[in-house]
């Protein structure tokens, strides 16, 4: 096998590869199992499409050389698969993707005892209660039949650590989704979260805007290691005594200081930038935040707000941010020239005033 390279951005889609493959079930019909046990012990319990279709997947390397199936996860609503295409033979990894819908097509007719000729669906094969029943769809004129999933979402891995954390999070998926069944509202995504004047988009434990103390962390880039661990060590005292931090963590500062909040498992609030779907996006109303995030959001200790536009250029704010520039382009003697509202320096000054704010 020759030596593996990773993707370029110009030939995403196109031979040799590791990808990532997400198909949702069409409307999140949790038709290919149910979740069972615990957060501990979660599992699937697969329904007889859901094993057909898991029997499929085991073939594709038959049908595609040069395929070689890493991870995969069968969810009741949706399936995960990592592969390695390690061997260019001219079809891309949409072409299997395609190849893949298509055979699973013919498990679902299969299982709904569909007559090709005829059309007719039967639910005879989910007459047990405990497994949920293949929705009767009707047949338009022409004979066919909606897909049983929406488009694929595929991602390819760019760089080696992508690897593992992406098998981790496919195996992980049960009990990410047993923790979400648990504490179903700390993982809404809300548009229309107002705080005062402020409106954000949130996620996360909005009852962590109610605590009545709450600490500013905004640290300069120019600070020193020392200098950020004596800041984090404050921070951190100040947690431990029932102080929410609130953070933007863009700067190395303030990135570690909010990891070392989060990993004492104290409250974090932080303000993204273009953190999340944007409205009407189709993965939007399946957003979850991945890794760490995820673990804080089920324990109750995190909340994530993005600022809206308009919030941004708040007069009050675009004053004080604009202010807080100034100073700092006369500290270094240099002529100040208000930045664009849309400029990322100006986001992040904004976003600190913000911050400020909600702390008062």
């Given at each position: ?6 993707k ?20 999140r ?20 499409l ?26 009741p ?21 395609r ?7 013919k ?5 709904m ?6 059309q007719?669906p039967?639910?005879?094969?989910y007459a ?5 029943p293949?929705?009767?769809t009707p ?6 039949h ?5 488009a ?41 979260t ?13 009852f ?9 962390v905004?640290?300069s ?25 609130v ?10 200081i ?31 935040p ?47 020239q ?23």
């Amino acid at each position: 096998m020759a030596k593996f390279t990773w993707k370029r951005h110009t030939d995403i889609f196109k031979g040799v590869g590791i990808y990532h493959l997400t198909f949702v079930v069409r409307d999140r019909q949790p038709l290919l199992g149910r979740l069972i046990g615990d957060a501990q012990m979660p599992s699937v319990e697969r329904t007889p499409l859901g094993s057909a279709l898991a029997r499929t997947i085991e073939y594709l390397p038959v049908h595609y050389q040069g395929l070689k199936i890493i991870a995969k996860q069968v969810m009741p609503d949706h399936i995960h698969l990592a592969l390695h295409l390690y061997e260019d033979h001219g079809y891309s990894i949409k072409e299997i993707a395609r190849g893949l819908r298509q055979a699973w097509r013919k498990d679902y007719m299969k299982a709904m005892g569909v007559n090709i000729s005829r059309q007719i669906p039967s639910a005879e094969p989910y007459a047990h209660s405990a497994q949920p029943p293949i929705p009767q769809t009707p047949t338009p004129e022409n004979g066919t039949h909606p897909p049983l999933f929406d488009a694929p979402y595929i991602r390819t891995l760019a760089r080696s650590g992508q690897l593992d954390a992406m098998i981790r999070y496919i195996h992980d998926n049960p009990r990410r989704a047993m923790l979400r069944r648990q504490h179903p509202n700390l993982f809404i995504l809300r548009r229309d979260t107002h705080v005062g004047a402020f409106r954000f988009t949130s996620l996360g434990n909005l009852f962590l805007l109610d605590y009545p103390d709450k600490q500013p962390v905004i640290c300069s880039r120019s600070l020193s290691e020392q200098q950020i661990a004596a800041q984090q060590t404050a921070v951190l005292r100040q947690a431990e005594n029932g102080c929410v931090t609130v953070t933007a963590a863009i700067s190395q500062g303030e990135r570690v200081i909010a990891r070392a909040v989060r990993e004492a498992g104290t409250p974090l609030i932080i303000l993204l930038k273009d953190g999340f779907p944007k409205a009407g996006d189709p993965h939007e109303k399946f957003y979850k935040p991945g890794g760490v995030y995820f673990e804080a959001c089920a324990a109750g200790q995190l909340l994530l707000l993005e600022p809206d536009a308009e919030t941004l250029t708040l007069p009050d704010i675009r004053t004080r941010a604009e202010q807080t520039l100034r100073e700092k382009a006369e500290a270094k003697h240099w002529d100040y020239q208000p930045l664009p509202v849309s400029s990322d320096r100006y986001r992040m000054m904004a976003a600190n005033e913000i911050i400020k704010q909600l702390c008062l």
